[in-house]
């Protein structure tokens, strides 16, 4: 009974400290967008917001943000201004809501959740000051205050993963129609804020349809959904030809390596650095995927076991092929646009990596306690003798250890940019 209150009292405390910091996050991303809107490219919280509110208000824009701004400039300037700081933390305050929701419907305790979730609002790269003198330029982040279409396209993107990994999780018995219209607005919606996240999206979509299909889902229930990707090729077509009509000047070339080098010094070690932490979850549970999904295809009515963990390592290859593959001529060449998918392929390998994550600690710590249970229930064992320890699980644990240090140090990067970024410092920090 104590032990019971006792834990009640914890949580209580716990759950308190996590709103009281949600929502000073909230006020401080509210106070930061405010200053950005004030603010044009001139060092002191710099950023993209200002130059994007001046073309909205010019009358020119690719991006369905320029008429949410241009609706909110007919508010008194005061309020212009803090309906899109308000607009923007409401987004970023949703990704990290919509992430929680991502980690408790994997089966992740609620503390846990809430943790890990404010966690991946702020992972950086992991700064090494050698490989690269500036904290977030030459590296890739996926996490972003200062440039305002990446905000709300991470949060609506975010929403089509969620809804994409319900549907694909039922359609092999039933489809829903309304669900597969919404999905379909929404990838609309988020490929009208920007571009980059349909064009790492629908390949990676494509390729398990075609997967969904050998496995066994109807081709006809497959076609629906393939055909929820029309309404966003409108859209693509209406800001090609306003970002690369013949009036423009600008266009899309293939030039290898061109944006990799355009501002990293030793890009090869800052993309690891980017997802280290991404990186070591891959390694240790490779092998185990790979022999999962060998049985999905063996056994085809067990759909794919690591659904979640191949959409996002695959969108993380396409993004890498368009990051290092094209590149942007013109007046657009040196905004290194390519990398905002892969920005955002990162943040959702971070989410997945988070996932398996915890997954290894629990099997881990599940393993043990079995083997702790079975070696108490055997009393024949000597008391006194040393307990068997398996070296793999101590490799895996000391592993897992290293790997969270990893995490802790991408947040701590995270943070520390934020903190800056608040106090007025450009993101071109060292």
């Known amino acids: 009974m104590k032990s019971d209150k006792k834990n009640k009292i914890i949580n209580a405390f716990f759950i308190i400290a996590a709103i009281i910091g949600f929502t000073f996050y909230c006020f401080e991303l509210v106070l930061l967008h405010y200053n950005q809107t004030l603010f044009p490219v001139t060092g002191k919280y710099e950023s993209d917001l200002f130059a994007h509110i001046e073309m909205a208000l010019d009358g020119w824009g690719y991006s369905i943000l320029a008429v949410i701004y241009r609706l909110f400039a007919l508010m008194p300037e005061f309020g212009f201004h803090f309906a899109i700081a308000t607009f923007l ?44 003198p500036y904290r977030y330029i030459g590296y890739q982040s996926g996490s972003i205050w200062h440039n305002s279409t990446y905000i709300v396209m991470k949060f609506t993107a975010l929403i089509c993963i969620v809804l994409y990994l319900a549907i694909s999780a039922k359609y092999k018995e039933k489809i829903s129609a309304g669900e597969l219209i919404a999905f379909a607005i929404l990838l609309a919606v988020t490929t009208s804020v920007k571009t980059n996240f349909i064009l790492v999206f629908a390949p990676v979509a494509l390729l398990f349809l075609i997967i969904d299909w050998i496995l066994g889902v109807p081709f006809k229930r497959l076609l629906f959904c393939a055909l929820t990707v029309i309404p966003s090729i409108a859209v693509i077509l209406f800001q090609e030809y306003v970002l690369f009509g013949e009036s423009t000047g600008n266009g899309i070339i293939i030039d290898p390596l061109y944006s990799v080098y355009l501002r990293a010094e030793k890009p090869y070690f800052t993309m690891i650095l980017s997802a280290a932490f991404p990186i070591m979850i891959l390694l ?81 710590l599940g393993k043990m306690n079995k083997k702790n249970m079975s070696d108490l229930s055997d009393t024949s064992k000597d008391d006194t003798a040393p307990a068997k320890v398996n070296a793999f699980d101590i490799f895996k ?34």
């Open 89 to 132: 933390c409401v987004c970023e305050a949703g990704t990290l809501a919509l992430t929680f929701i991502l980690l408790r419907t994997n089966r992740i305790e609620t503390k846990t959740a809430i943790i890990f979730a404010a966690m991946s609002g702020f992972v950086a790269p992991a700064y090494i000051r050698a490989i690269q």
């Open 284 to 364: 240790i549970n490779i092998i185990p995927v790979l022999k999962d999904t060998f049985l999905d295809f063996k056994d085809k009515k067990r759909g794919l076991t690591h659904r979640f963990f191949l959409l996002a390592w695959t969108m993380w290859f396409v993004a890498f092929a368009e990051y290092i593959l094209l590149r942007e001529t013109g007046e657009r060449e040196l905004d290194d646009n390519f990398a905002w998918g892969y920005d955002f392929c990162i943040f959702i390998l971070f989410i997945v990596s988070i996932m398996y994550f915890v997954k290894n600690i629990y099997s881990l």
């Open 397 to 430: 644990a000391v592993y897992l250890i290293l790997a969270l240090a990893l995490l802790i140090y991408h947040t701590y990067c995270g943070v520390f940019f934020f903190v800056r970024l608040t106090q007025g410092i450009t993101f071109f920090m060292q």
